[in-house]
């Protein structure tokens, strides 16, 4: 069992920065594949990046790429999405999540694990 938990959300103007954290705890993650996911209010949740295990693979939304970054830290247990020039459309709460087979897809069906979410919130 793996336990996620989200955090560093927060409330900034368009055009500025967050960075968010996921720490996961219990079995280790590190075979994981591990992707961050949003959902705004009134739309489906939907994809945003994901790394695989080593960081083979690396994906992005199309709507996130060049301006967010997915990274983690094996020895920490962390995986962190630097957003930069943040739009208010990106305005969602996030969540990481981890996928045990490590395809690193970018369907939510495809996850084991959630964290319990993180309120970002861009002003115009």
């Known amino acids: 069992q793996v336990q996620l938990v989200d955090s560093g959300g927060g409330l900034v103007q368009a055009g500025g920065s967050l960075r968010l954290s996921c720490a996961a705890s219990?079995?280790?993650?590190?075979?994981?594949?591990m992707g961050w996911f949003r959902q705004a209010p009134g739309k489906e949740r939907e994809f945003v990046a994901v790394?695989?295990?080593?960081?083979?693979?690396?994906y992005y939304a199309d709507s996130v790429k060049g301006r967010f970054t997915i990274s983690s830290d094996n020895a920490k247990n962390t995986v962190d999405l630097q957003m930069n020039s943040l739009k208010p459309e990106d305005t969602a709460v996030y969540y990481c999540?981890?996928?045990?087979?490590?395809?690193?897809?970018?369907?939510?069906?495809?996850?084991?694990?959630w964290g319990q979410g993180t309120q970002v919130t861009v002003s115009s």
């Open positions: 219990g079995r280790t993650f590190r075979q994981y594949a």
């Open positions: 790394k695989s295990w080593r960081g083979i693979r690396t």
């Open positions: 999540a981890a996928d045990r087979d490590n395809l690193a897809g970018m369907s939510s069906s495809r996850y084991d694990y």
